[in-house]
């Protein structure tokens, strides 16, 4: 999974234009399989991409057009995909995109994982076998830029808490 540090990410972007570059040979969020949550209020920037979650609560595709593959990566089979946005619905973290009629999902761009290798901060990793669960993130009403935001508020609130203590918290 790709991994932010809500400690250094600045919310530059420059994984989301790494990401639509890559995928789409354009400069585009909304072309994005990483979107930066940026919560003006508090101060805190934190990429979102696909976690790799345990529950899988994306796999409710009534088309079986999602499946994981080898490094918890979900990929879609595109001839399958119905358009239903169910998978996006159902994304606790609102990780999942939608652009021309299909779910976007990060597939660790096939291998190359360029988010990561592009962060000027350093920012994003990659956790490789690492899966966390999203038990405590019952489904919001929200959309996915709401769950994003959400997410990224509960990751940052030991590092908000530290701020207060005048204590680093690393994530």
């Not at 409710?60 to 490094?71: F, M």
Request: net charge negative; proline share 3%; glycine share 8%.
């Amino acid at each position: 999974m790709v991994h932010c540090d809500v400690n250094i990410c600045v919310g530059c972007k420059t994984c989301e234009v790494t990401c639509s570059s890559f995928h789409f040979g354009a400069v585009s969020p909304a072309l994005s399989r990483i979107r930066v949550a940026k919560l003006e209020e508090i101060g805190i920037d934190m990429a979102v991409a696909c976690l790799s979650c345990l529950e899988k609560s994306c796999l409710v595709c009534p088309t079986d057009a999602l499946s994981v593959g080898e490094k918890g990566e979900i990929i879609l089979d595109a001839e399958l995909c119905n358009a239903c946005e169910l998978c996006i619905d159902a994304c606790r973290v609102g990780a999942v995109g939608f652009y021309d009629g299909l779910p976007l999902f990060c597939d660790l761009c096939e291998g190359a994982i360029l988010c990561v290798s592009t962060c000027p901060r350093g920012a994003l990793s990659y956790r490789e076998g690492e899966e966390i669960s999203l038990e405590a993130f019952q489904q919001s009403e929200g959309g996915a830029s709401q769950r994003r935001a959400l997410y990224a508020d509960v990751q940052a609130e030991p590092v908000r808490e530290g701020w207060q203590n005048g204590v680093r918290v690393d994530s």
